[in-house]
């Protein structure tokens, strides 16, 4: 007798996730392209519905101030980090530095009309700005511009924050009239472009395609891009920066920060109008006429508008017909034969509203790795939960701050150092020449909002701890829980004690009079 063959049995993930047989995977049918499919093709709509939400749902506008506010606040201050050892400068020498360099950046970067093109922003607001952009749609494009010098600005550097709807692929070099089909093609370089992305034949980024508009804005004006190159041919400085949060490798264009959960905020949103309209309806006082009338002898829905009070300033606003009825505070109407009155009473609000809100903030919350307490403002929980839900929020805020720095903060200030040393405003021997050299000099920290304290008295006790072990510095503690630096704190205090110490005791001098006698 033959041995009988057994149908093979599925193995690994095959009879998990990537099963084809289980009844509840059968109609889950993904299908995943490349990140210019997945992501550019459906960009423009994912963009206008995160500003949609942003303007129309709380939940949604709250998770992307809050971002704004913990990431940059008043703006992240650069302080001077040069590398001494490498430029082997005495301490003395670098603090002097550090010093004037910091002050002529304050001259360039506190002025609005100094290095905004716009003259709309000095450079903390960009930083809020560009946050705000790239967070509501997805990535966020600062050009950098030169203008002439004036009297009151030796600097020719200026930013131009560009939204991201006016980086796109030229209608004369896309390969196709569909408008979601983002890819094009330059006929003058050979080079690919992805939704306005330019890249060589290495897939590296050389260019940037800026539209003149925006793509569903109203202008009588010629539609035209402007190609820019991402590098200086000549310098090797950025001539455009591009804010971007990148999900996925060959990834040229950023995805709103609410694409996870647009469709679940756009329903919590109809929801809760939902029950606000039912709720106004209730407290109108809603009552319908029952009658026995053929109701084609009247009309309907002809109810006049009235006032608050139930009569109206222009004679129009009060209806004639005998079978229209107008509510108001005391009104008595007399109905005809045959006619009853019902009145409403719904039950409002819906039982279970607010915990299915609960839920959809803490979903969304989860997604946008706000924790609810953060994303609500509500902490009600004990101190440990509430502790570990500002903790848990602070790493992200963090992290964004990081990219945000290296993406926009940090390129625009060596940009703008670069110039200074140039122009003999700043000393930097060996800036232009060598590589190690430059980066030593560029060297700079961005300090920003720290981090919330429940109970300030418990994070001072556990820091001293840290700090009284070697686990953390002074300066570590000073920066992540109070943002300045803690060298400064105590060269100002020591200043503060060499000043009081030379105020006289007044406490020796209590009860003497004019003469000095007791």
């Known amino acids: 007798m033959s041995e009988q063959r057994k149908a093979p049995k599925a193995k690994g993930y095959s009879d998990a996730g990537a099963s084809l047989t289980k009844r509840a995977l059968k109609g889950f049918l993904a299908v995943s392209g490349a990140p210019s499919e997945d992501i550019d093709w459906n960009n423009a709509t994912l963009r206008q519905r995160g500003r949609m939400l942003y303007m129309a749902s709380p939940i949604a506008s709250a998770a992307i101030n809050t971002n704004r506010t913990k990431i940059v606040g008043p703006g992240l201050h ?3 980090a040069i590398n001494r050892n490498v430029l082997g400068l005495s301490e003395d020498a670098v603090k002097e530095w550090q010093t004037k360099t910091e002050a002529e950046w304050q001259m360039w970067a506190e002025k609005k009309t100094n290095c905004d093109a716009l003259g709309m922003n000095n450079f903390y607001k960009l930083q809020q700005l560009a946050v705000k952009s790239w967070l509501m749609s997805g990535d966020v494009f600062a050009l950098m511009k030169r203008v002439d010098k004036t009297p009151l600005n030796p600097y020719t550097l200026r930013i131009h924050l560009i939204e991201a709807d006016r980086i796109s692929t030229p209608d004369n070099m896309s390969k196709t009239t569909v408008p979601s089909m983002t890819e094009g093609l330059n006929p003058n370089t050979n080079n690919r472009i992805f939704d306005g992305v330019e890249v060589d034949a290495d897939n590296r980024v050389v260019a940037y395609h800026v539209c003149n508009v925006y793509p569903n804005q109203i202008t009588s004006g010629k539609k035209e891009w402007h190609r820019i190159e991402a590098i200086g041919a000549n310098t090797g400085m950025p001539n455009i920066l591009q804010i971007i949060d990148a999900e996925r490798p060959d990834q040229y264009r950023g995805v709103t920060y609410l694409a996870a959960v ?41 109810i006049g508008s009235g006032d608050i009070d139930g009569i109206g300033d222009q004679p129009d606003d009060i209806t004639q017909s005998e079978n229209d009825y107008e509510m108001g505070p005391g009104t008595i109407n007399h109905l005809a034969p045959g006619e009853s009155v019902t009145l409403g009473n719904p039950n409002i609000p819906t039982a279970g509203f607010e915990a299915f809100v609960k839920s959809i903030c803490k979903m969304a919350g989860a997604s946008l790795e706000l924790p609810y307490d953060v994303l609500i403002k509500e902490f009600n929980s004990s101190y440990s939960a509430a502790k570990g839900a500002l903790e848990e929020a602070w790493e992200s805020f963090r992290m964004r701050r990081s990219w945000f720095v290296d993406d926009f903060c940090q390129p625009v200030y060596e940009c703008w150092l670069s110039e200074a040393v140039a122009t003999g405003r700043i000393k930097a021997p060996g800036f232009f020449e060598n590589p190690l050299l430059r980066d030593a000099w560029c060297g700079a920290r961005w300090d920003g909002p720290a981090q919330t304290h429940l109970d300030p008295v418990k994070e001072a006790t556990a820091n001293e701890m840290l700090v009284a072990h070697g686990w953390k510095t002074n300066e570590q503690v000073t920066r992540e829980y109070y943002g300045g630096s803690w060298e400064d704190n105590a060269e100002i205090i ?10 006289p005791n007044q406490t020796a001098k209590k009860g003497a009079d004019d003469n000095g006698n007791e």
């Open 78 to 80: 650069m302080k001077c």
């Open 262 to 302: 647009i469709e679940i905020l756009l329903q919590q949103r109809r929801y809760t109008e939902s029950e606000l309209t039912a709720a106004l309806v209730q407290s109108f006082l809603t009552a319908w006429i029952t009658t026995q009338t053929d109701t084609t002898e009247f009309p309907l829905n002809e």
């Open 494 to 503: 020591l200043r503060e004690n060499q000043k009081y110490s030379a105020v």
